[in-house]
């Protein structure tokens, strides 16, 4: 029996202000444990929590940019439960009446478009954090992140991939930085991810047995994990077992998922209206301002790309998949580089070196400027394009202009054409075996040719010119 895979993601959001959703502490990652804290977010008897407006205005562009509907009229409720990190023993959160609804964003997998839908964006604080050190039976708790503001962007089971699933997590993330919303480090936490994963067989209308599966902080991850839960369960229901509704943790070490306790229900954490904040009416004018200061978002960029700078598609998504790579793509354009040398020249050797010091093109030590300069060393034909990837690292690591690494290294390209057609007549004549060969009809070897003269020049040759000497001293 073949299965399918249904999958929705609830994905947190940690969003960019600069104090916490219902108090004036800070939201800075990193600080001393506890520092960061106040009677309303500790939870201390009798105090007020009042909504942090920029978390308010972060829900509705994030709605507005993933196609949802605003809720006119959205309230906070309360979500109890017990743990050591809630100090109120309740979170407050978003239930009957969310900010955003029925929303949706699309990707390509494969070529093929799909359209996954969003449930609901809804505002709520984050928890603290419990901290398991040492040999002793205790745990520590910090509370600094207690009270930051959260969104939950809860999709619709449209997912039926691992692929998807990490597709999805990625493009939600770069909406999200493009907003200016979310920095989307996951690695920090403020972007995490728990999957609802169920299977039934291929052509079942009705869903599944579902297991949430949590402690997911990377794409790759995201991918592993679903594609670990999907074949966990078809393996239960194989050997005559049924799948149970449980929530599990992914353990990136062992590459597998752990049980972890018995989903609950919603009944279960006794939702019920927040009393000590007012209910959230949002002003139409006031959500028209925020949707046309909306940034220009990725597949509208992405679209503009290939339409106005006539590059591939396959470029396109590339370049638009991070803001800040799109910008420094443009800044180069801009100082005059041509579309396709830069983008070939971002996708392959800018981004080797970046990821080889994993940084990210905001640490970029080169400027756009600095390669449209070494673009235009190579079309007036100072440099040749095996020289430039020399040139070109030279930039990255140093910061100096590529006129002056030229200069210092002495790699201006050699266009004599008498200086190279002496060195061309040196190499046949050393190599009068492969020069038969060749007007046999081993036309192959011209490369080694092309090797030799250019080993000579210490790759300096003009290699249009000597391609065309080559050719004609050899028929």
């Given at each position: ?15 960019l ?24 977010c500790?939870?201390?008897?009798g105090?007020l ?13 994030t ?34 009446h ?27 604080e ?12 205790y ?28 597709e999805y997590?990625?493009k ?5 930085r493009?907003?200016g919303?979310?920095d ?36 790759r991850f ?17 050997e ?6 449980e929530?599990?943790l992914?353990?990136?070490t062992?590459?597998?998922?752990e ?7 919603a ?30 978002l ?11 700078y006539?590059?591939p ?16 793509f ?36 080169l400027k756009p ?5 070494m ?9 040749s ?12 690591r140093?910061g ?7 200069r ?9 054409e ?13 190599h ?29 040759a ?5 391609n ?8």
């Amino acid at each position: 029996m073949k299965y399918e895979a249904v999958i929705g993601l609830e994905v947190h959001a940690q969003m960019l202000t600069d104090t916490k959703v219902f108090c004036g502490c800070s939201t800075k990652f990193g600080s001393e444990p506890n520092s960061q804290t106040c009677e309303v977010c500790i939870g201390m008897p009798g105090v007020l929590p009042v909504l942090n407006k920029k978390a308010l205005e972060f829900a509705i562009r994030t709605g507005l940019a993933t196609n949802c509907t605003i809720s006119s009229y959205s309230r906070f409720a309360r979500k109890n439960y017990f743990y050591p990190d809630l100090p109120k023993g309740y979170q407050i959160s978003q239930y009957e009446h969310p900010i955003c609804e029925h929303g949706f964003i699309e990707i390509v997998v494969d070529g093929e478009v799909r359209r996954i839908g969003i449930t609901r964006i809804h505002m709520e604080e984050d928890a603290g954090k419990n901290i398991h050190e040492g040999g002793g039976h205790y745990s520590l708790v910090d509370l600094n992140r207690a009270g930051v503001p959260l969104m939950e962007i809860v999709s619709e089971p449209d997912i039926r991939s691992p692929r998807e699933a990490s597709e999805y997590m990625r493009k939600l993330r770069a909406v999200l930085r493009y907003l200016g919303v979310c920095d989307g480090n996951m690695e920090q936490g403020s972007l995490r991810c728990d999957a609802n994963v169920s299977v039934r067989p291929t052509g079942q209308k009705e869903f599944g047995t579902r297991a949430e599966v949590k402690n997911i902080n990377s794409f790759r991850f995201v991918e592993k994990a679903v594609e670990y839960e999907i074949k966990r369960q078809i393996k239960v229901i194989e050997e005559g077992g049924k799948v149970i509704q449980e929530t599990r943790l992914w353990d990136s070490t062992k590459g597998i998922t752990e049980s972890m306790r018995s989903k609950e229900e919603a009944h279960d954490y006794r939702y019920f209206p927040e009393p000590d904040l007012v209910p959230i009416i949002a002003d139409r004018s006031w959500v028209g301002e925020i949707k046309a200061a909306l940034p220009e978002l990725p597949d509208a960029r992405r679209d503009r790309f290939v339409k106005e700078y006539g590059i591939p598609e396959y470029d396109a998504d590339l370049l638009t998949s991070e803001k800040a790579v799109a910008e420094w793509f443009e800044d180069a354009i801009r100082a005059g580089g041509q579309p396709k040398a830069v983008s070939n020249w971002m996708m392959g050797d800018l981004m080797r070196l970046l990821n080889e010091e994993n940084k990210f093109i905001e640490e970029c030590p080169l400027k756009p400027s600095q390669l449209t300069e070494m673009l235009k060393l190579i079309n007036k034909g100072t440099i040749s394009g095996k020289i430039a990837k020399t040139v070109f690292e030279e930039m990255y690591r140093s910061g100096k202009n590529a006129e002056e690494i030229v200069r210092e290294k002495g790699l201006v390209q050699i266009s004599d054409e008498s200086a190279i057609e002496k060195l061309v007549d040196e190499v046949i004549a050393r190599h009068s075996k492969e020069a038969e060969r060749f007007r046999g009809g081993d036309e192959k070897l011209l490369g080694f040719f092309v090797g030799q003269v250019m080993k000579a020049t210490k790759g300096k040759a003009n290699p249009q010119m000597l391609n065309e000497l080559l050719k004609k001293k050899l028929s």
